[in-house]
């Protein structure tokens, strides 16, 4: 059964700081997605991450891939207010429709 | 283009009260998901349909649930009744193919409230 683990679930940082969040997965996986959710909200699609040792950087926010380790990364660089919000890991199942959520990442950034 | 569209945004009922919630998939997206997501429990896939299909509807918790999806552009999901714990809010997202590296794209959700 493949597990998706995010940690931390709740970090509070201030404004210009940097940071990580993690998301491991149990099994084998060709696939993985990052989602970011506002209060109140629908989800967003932040990035697709399709191969080991993918890195894809959209603004301060950039997110990579390690097959092997089963592990991605969100990076936030020099957080502002803007980027507070909740954040989503899902792993794909290998040739399956299915997603395998974590349980979200709540981000608060204080000015 | 438009994105996935929902209705109602917010719906309070009471206990016993039949609720639908209808979606409208991007067009062209052949695969349609219906979630529910609560505090407690997270995002929960309730079934998933392809092609107008129901493939996966092992998600839905009980018989007082139900989901159709009569054409590529509309479905529904109904609760009857409805109880206090099926309060949550209740996304439906779509996709391009059945399986792959396309993303989904969520509505902006259903928020049920059921006294």
């Known amino acids: 059964e493949l597990k998706v683990e995010q940690n931390p679930l709740f970090l509070s940082m201030q404004e210009g700081k940097n940071y990580t969040i993690y998301c491991n997965y149990s099994?084998?996986?060709?696939?993985l997605y990052w989602y970011r959710q506002d209060p109140g909200k629908s989800l967003e699609s932040l990035f697709v991450?399709?191969?080991n040792g993918a890195v894809k950087q959209e603004g301060r926010l950039m997110a990579s891939l390690d097959t092997k380790a089963r592990l991605s990364t969100l990076h936030i660089t020099a957080a502002v207010h803007d980027l507070s919000a909740t954040y989503f890991c899902?792993?794909?199942?290998?040739?399956?429709?299915?997603?395998?959520w974590g349980a979200g990442t709540k981000l608060i950034i204080k000015p | 283009d438009a994105g996935v569209i929902q209705s109602p945004r917010h719906e309070v009922t009471e206990m016993g009260q039949e609720v639908t919630l209808r979606c409208k998939p991007i067009?062209?997206?052949?695969?349609l998901f219906w979630y529910r997501q609560t505090m407690m429990r997270g995002l929960e896939l309730l079934i998933y349909?392809?092609?107008?299909?129901?493939?996966?509807d092992s998600g839905m918790p009980e018989d007082r649930f139900s989901a159709k999806m009569p054409n590529a552009s509309f479905s529904t999901l109904k609760i009857q009744p409805s109880e206090p714990r099926d309060s949550a809010v209740y996304f439906c997202?779509?996709?391009?193919?059945?399986?792959?590296?396309?993303?989904?794209?969520f509505g902006e959700g259903s928020r049920l409230t059921v006294l």
């Open positions: 991450l399709l191969s």
């Open positions: 899902a792993v794909g199942m290998d040739s399956n429709y299915q997603l395998i």
């Open positions: 997202a779509s996709r391009r193919g059945w399986e792959g590296a396309g993303e989904l794209f």
């Open positions: 099994t084998t996986s060709d696939r």
């Open positions: 349909f392809n092609n107008n299909v129901p493939i996966d």
């Open positions: 067009s062209g997206h052949n695969s």
